[in-house]
């Protein structure tokens, strides 16, 4: 037990991370992990070499409703390869959906993944992610809290492009 939480603060304290260097520089792009399945607009912020700071923001509005998600996404990059960055990240998100009734509802979801970026060589400005995990989530049709598992492929997970 002891060796696991040594290798574990081991990977949190960690510095070193030779991936793509994106210190300073701001990827906007989007991304499907809303539960309620409302597209959104992402940004993710590279702070510094092993953590970066994301957020998110989607809505989707019509005469009868307005479904709408907003997040933060906290990302530590644990390991790195010449065009990818693996990481830990959580995310923390309000959203609203629509229950059993067709009635709008507020709701959260809140997960906790290990994921990659990857870069294209050359094409260093462009950053594919795919994730997996867990999720704790009530934006569900069926109302109700619900724990999950989740895999996401950068056409859920993000595509960002850093500027």
Do not use: C
């Amino acid at each position: 037990m002891k060796q696991k939480f040594l290798i574990f603060l081991l990977i949190l304290l960690s510095s070193e991370a030779f991936g793509a260097d994106l210190r300073g520089r701001m990827g906007l792009g989007m991304t499907n992990q809303l539960a309620n399945g409302v597209p959104a607009l992402s940004l993710k912020i590279q702070q510094s070499k092993t953590f970066a700071l994301g957020g998110l923001v989607g809505f989707q509005s019509n005469q009868e409703q307005t479904l709408y998600g907003a997040g933060l996404k906290l990302y530590r990059i644990i390991f790195d390869e010449p065009q990818l960055n693996f990481y830990l990240a959580g995310l923390l998100a309000s959203e609203n959906y629509l229950n059993s009734q067709s009635k709008v509802e507020t709701g959260y979801q809140m997960d906790g993944t290990m994921g990659t970026e990857f870069h294209f060589a050359g094409l260093e400005s462009l950053g594919l992610s795919f994730e997996f995990g867990l999720s704790v989530r009530k934006a569900k049709p069926t109302g109700g809290s619900s724990f999950e598992t989740l895999g996401d492929s950068f056409l859920k997970s993000a595509v960002h492009f850093y500027l």
